[in-house]
């Protein structure tokens, strides 16, 4: 997505924290959202957060928000060998049902 | 039991060729979506209905041509084939309740040749 931005790959060890960054440049966006897609699989959403929040912990994920930088980040704390995937990130503007992702990092997670 | 699912889920075929997918969701959602994702794993929107109306029909050649007989279908036709289709094809549905939080299928990844 032209409009939303990720870096292309991170390589983490086992038990590590990982941190995926993502930018995105409209700053009517509502909720944004981190999806993850296994190989072969759809994408499934992992968690959100609404764009007055700065902060969302789900177990062992923390979503970070910095709308004054348009900076979104996902943060997987004591990262699993099944935790290597694609991360997607995508926003959802202020009208409409549609999301706009971003190009995806694939995580690969070393033993 | 699958909340969200396509067919086939292979489909290999020839240029020129006439094709369908087919996506069933058993959510009770309002609105589906199609999705075309390329080798490099960009995912791209088509086409959303809502309660079988089109509401979102992005920058598509006409030979996708999708059809919602009700909203808990949404299949989509592609005429004349090109090798540039080949893709994985996602499925999605939502509620209208939340948007974003979107169901995929498992995918249906078309190879033309």
């Known amino acids: 997505g032209e409009d939303v931005e990720q870096s292309l790959f991170l390589s983490v060890r086992e038990g590590d924290s990982s941190v995926i960054n993502c930018t995105y440049t409209?700053?009517?966006?509502?909720?944004l959202y981190w999806y993850k897609q296994e190989p072969g699989a759809g994408l499934q959403l992992l968690t959100y957060?609404?764009?007055?929040?700065d902060m969302k912990q789900d177990q062992r994920l923390t979503v970070l928000l910095n709308k004054k930088d348009k900076h979104l980040s996902l943060r997987i704390a004591d990262t699993q060998t099944g935790d290597s995937a694609i991360y997607f990130c995508?926003?959802?503007?202020?009208?409409?049902?549609?999301?706009?992702f971003g190009g995806g990092t694939r995580v690969l997670v070393k033993p | 039991d699958t909340a969200v699912s396509q067919t086939p889920k292979y489909l290999v075929t020839q240029m020129g060729n006439d094709k369908s997918i087919k996506c069933e969701q058993n959510?009770?959602?309002?609105?589906m979506y199609w999705y075309k994702q390329d080798s490099k794993k960009f995912l791209k929107i088509m086409f959303s209905?809502?309660?079988?109306?089109?509401?979102i029909n992005e920058t598509v050649p006409n030979r996708f041509s999708p059809k919602s007989p009700d909203k808990a279908h949404l299949n989509l036709h592609i005429n004349s084939l090109e090798l540039g289709d080949s893709a994985v094809y996602f499925c999605?549905?939502?509620?209208?309740?939340?948007?974003?939080?979107?169901?995929f299928g498992p995918g249906t990844r078309l190879t033309v040749t």
């Open positions: 999605a549905s939502t509620s209208d309740y939340h948007p974003g939080e979107q169901y």
């Open positions: 957060i609404f764009s007055n929040m």
């Open positions: 409209d700053s009517s966006s509502t909720y």
């Open positions: 209905y809502n309660n079988k109306e089109l509401i």
């Open positions: 959510l009770g959602h309002d609105t």
């Open positions: 995508a926003e959802r503007r202020a009208a409409g049902n549609k999301l706009t």
